[in-house]
């Protein structure tokens, strides 16, 4: 004869827990407004590193001694986050921010003076030059780093333990 053996387990505090869980995942703007904010601060520290890994320095950097991707800052300020559930965006309406990402070549143009009649050049004064274009180096700073990462996953913790 097998006697029977009945084990109760009192499972309210797993209910409840999930049931926590489920209402977090309804709306999860929020931890996407602050995960966006993590990705745009990583943006900002990849301008003032010049580069996570290090960007060929350009020539006008090299030249005036100042930073790569930085003569105006504009590119550097335009970054933003937009938000929703289960997305989030991190980006820049900057024309010219892609080819920097990116590298590529710029096509032949012609240059001429915005506020004077005529360009002094090194070969002479012109009223236009023709350019050939520029090859532009990949220098990316639209991307998110290792550390990035760990911060990502400590805020999504906090967001479903509701801290």
Known sequence: ???????TVDDTEARE????LKSRM???????????????????RNFAQEGRPA?????????????TLSKTGRLRRS?????????TAVGTNVAYAAIHQLGGHTGPHIIRPRKKKALRTPYGIFRKVNHPGSLIPARPFLQVQDE???EIKATINDFLLGE
């Open 1 to 7: 004869m097998t006697a029977a053996v009945s084990i």
């Open 17 to 20: 827990l999930l049931s926590r």
């Open 26 to 44: 309804e709306s999860t703007k929020p931890l996407m407004e602050v995960i966006g904010e993590v990705v745009r601060t990583s943006v900002e």
């Open 55 to 67: 960007w060929e320095p350009s020539r006008r950097a090299l030249e005036d001694g100042g930073q």
């Open 79 to 87: 970054f933003t986050v937009a938000a929703g559930n289960g997305w």
């Open 148 to 150: 990035d990462w760990e």
